[in-house]
């Protein structure tokens, strides 16, 4: 077999063939040391007695896992030091970080370990990163220069901690898979040109909320519960893993449509999900992969943010499933 490509080859060519800034190749290789100290902390946890709950809670009220607070120093330590960033946010932070005297041109927005409430129970979790451009001269860096959507993301991706620790990353370029390998801790090329299948049979919710849905997803649902007899005139699949890394990965690989709506169980909240640094990052990796990110009724990427932490419906994957559930909000 033919030599892999290591992140860092393929980094320092899309720096070479300038597809990449060189200060981003170094902040990717960051986030990969992160993700590494990470998966060896998940790996070793229940032996090292990093299982459970801190008697602290996140900006959210969240309560914190103990691997939620490691994951969160993982970056704050990983990251600085690359001469690049000029600020982090990150689902653990109340507010925003300001690397000390940094001149760096990029802002990264983290939630450092995603699905953490599955820790326990030994199922996938996962790291995702956005990163964004700091204004010019950032030197009185504010929480407002955070606050850009989607679309003007640079980079964006997510490292899945399962069976195998896989980081998935675009930088405008379409999406490549790389796989830890554990032997020489190297992340290798293994999915160079990931695409999601634009149709699928497989759709991702959490059907104890049922009662809640709005009318177009009650709708959507229910035609795919109706299978072949149904106005689908297909079976469909059902898959809900409670990590949304795990459920993306799935649909990156083999198609499928991952939803967290609105619903009326809080009507304060618009979802569940948060903006910043889980729905624009996984959003931009689907669009660079062919699919499809939006609220229902709005892609996601033109949301102008108001808040670091606010929260925004997701439905999002393969093309013609997608494209079904909006035109479903359309007609109301
Ligand atoms: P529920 C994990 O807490 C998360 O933010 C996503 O990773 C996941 O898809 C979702 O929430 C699971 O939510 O309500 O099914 O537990």
């Not at 990470?38 to 459970?52: K, N, P, T």
Request: charged share 20%; proline share 5%.
């Amino acid at each position: 077999m033919s030599e892999r490509v290591s992140l860092l080859r393929h980094l320092t060519q899309a720096a070479q063939d300038g597809r990449l800034d060189p200060a981003l190749a170094l902040v990717v290789q960051q986030i990969g040391a992160a993700s590494r100290e990470i998966a060896a902390a998940l790996a070793r946890a229940a032996l090292a007695d990093v299982l459970g709950a801190v008697d602290s809670a996140n900006a959210s009220g969240e309560t914190q896992k103990k691997l939620d607070v490691l994951a969160n120093d993982a970056f704050l330590h990983a990251l600085p030091w690359t001469g690049a960033v000029a600020g982090i946010a990150s689902e653990e932070l109340d507010g925003t970080y300001r690397v000390p005297g940094a001149r760096g041109g990029y802002l990264v927005l983290v939630d450092p370990l995603d699905g953490s409430s599955n820790i326990d129970v030994n199922v996938s979790v996962g790291s995702i990163f956005s990163i964004l451009r700091a204004p010019d001269g950032a030197v009185g860096l504010a929480n407002d220069d955070f606050l850009q959507p989607g679309s003007r993301q640079v980079l964006a991706g997510f490292t899945a901690y399962g069976p195998a620790t896989v980081m998935v990353l675009s930088f405008g370029h379409g999406v490549q898979g790389f796989t830890l390998d554990p032997a020489s801790g190297e992340f290798l090329l293994t999915q160079p040109d990931m695409r999601i299948p634009e149709r699928t049979s497989e759709y991702a919710i959490n059907a104890s909320n049922q009662r809640w849905w709005q009318p177009p997803v009650q709708r959507y649902v229910a035609e795919c519960m109706a299978g072949k007899d149904g106005p689908r005139e297909r079976d469909f699949n059902m898959r809900w893993v409670g990590s949304m890394v795990a459920d993306v990965y799935r649909l990156l690989t083999r198609g499928g449509i991952f939803m967290y709506p609105r619903d009326t169980k809080d009507p304060a909240k618009p979802g569940k999900l948060r903006l910043m640094y889980e729905a624009n990052p996984i959003g931009y990796v689907v669009e660079q992969a062919g699919g499809l990110a939006s609220t229902g009724y709005e892609r996601i990427l033109d949301i102008r943010p108001e808040k670091v932490h606010q929260r925004v419906a997701v439905i999002l994957g393969s093309r013609e499933e997608v494209e079904r559930v909006v035109a479903y909000h359309r007609e109301g």
